[in-house]
């Protein structure tokens, strides 16, 4: 995962002096906040954007592959008016860049990828069985699959 500022550069997650940083984490150093870990709890409710600024949506759950101990997905909720109904994506965790500046993530997608986007409700998610459906998520944002 990149970690960018707000300017869209690019930040190298091993250099600790790159503020502000507004996660609870740990650094190498120990000298306090920064990206490298983070409690999922601290990445819900971020909001995602794509590269010209448009709000997609909120990053409303994060999905591990238990088995091979990485993330997966992280589940973005749009639409929907005050918190209720709207549609949910799984977007692929590679697919995401940290922005630690604006508490967000950017992802690399035009709003209208999201029109025709493989997506759910949160009474009907997809089977974690079906293979295939994996793929075209990955496929449709353009990312490696997390089991690659």
Not at 95 to 101: C, F, G, H, Q
Not at 108 to 119: I, M, N, S
Request: glycine share 10%.
């Amino acid at each position: 995962m990149a970690y960018i500022d707000p300017n869209g550069s690019t930040l190298d997650p091993t250099l600790t002096d790159q503020s502000p940083r507004p996660y609870t984490s740990i650094d190498d150093d120990n000298s306090g906040p920064g990206p490298q870990l983070m409690t999922a709890a601290t990445l819900t409710g971020n909001t995602v954007y794509n590269r010209e600024g448009d709000d997609l949506g909120k990053i409303d759950e994060i999905m591990l592959d238990v088995e091979g101990g990485r993330i997966a997905y992280a589940v973005m909720k749009s639409g929907g008016f005050l918190g209720m109904g709207g549609k949910l994506f799984a977007i692929p965790w590679t697919a995401l860049e940290l922005d630690t500046v604006r508490h967000a993530f950017v992802m690399d997608a035009p709003k209208e990828r999201f029109d025709d986007a493989p997506g759910f409700d949160k009474d009907n998610w997809p089977s974690e069985a079906d293979v295939q459906w994996h793929r075209d998520i990955h496929a449709h944002y353009r990312a490696p699959g997390f089991w690659e």
